[in-house]
């Protein structure tokens, strides 16, 4: 019964973390697409920056108050890492072969969602394990 407790406690949180990410990650997007540099405005480029955003939140809130480990930290980080980086991959692809078909921003929300359910998985499995 502890162990579904504590699972359930861990989705809730990476959820919550992982709502904070996204609105970083969504925020920082937005904010670059609409500055005007044209390097930053692009979208692949701009979902990069913000991706690392998002990261650097979800890996500290999930690591020190979520899962609360912090042995290995350096193979969680990479781990961490590594799975972040397979989604900002995923997402500048998708952007990249679909932003002449839907409006930017919504496509970057649903993205979000798909990325962020994918590497759910992925960080529960690999970098959290016991």
């Known amino acids: 019964m502890a162990d579904k407790k504590e699972f359930f406690k861990n989705l809730i949180l990476y959820g919550i973390f992982g709502v904070g990410g996204a609105v970083i990650d969504y925020g920082v997007f937005s904010l670059l697409?609409?500055?005007?540099?044209?390097?930053?405005?692009?979208?692949?480029?701009?979902?990069?920056?913000?991706?690392?955003?998002?990261?650097?939140?979800?890996f500290t809130t999930n690591t020190f108050l979520n899962f609360k480990k912090s042995d290995n930290l350096w193979r969680r980080f990479v781990s961490y890492g590594a799975i972040c980086v397979l989604g900002m991959l995923l997402s500048a692809g998708a952007l990249s072969v679909f932003e002449k078909y839907m409006n930017v921003y919504l496509l970057k929300a649903i993205v979000l969602v798909v990325?962020?359910?994918i590497q759910f998985v992925l960080n529960k499995l690999i970098t959290y394990r016991k």
């Open 115 to 117: 990325v962020s359910a």
């Open 33 to 58: 697409v609409s500055v005007g540099i044209p390097i930053l405005s692009k979208a692949e480029i701009a979902t990069v920056i913000s991706g690392i955003c998002g990261f650097a939140f979800t």
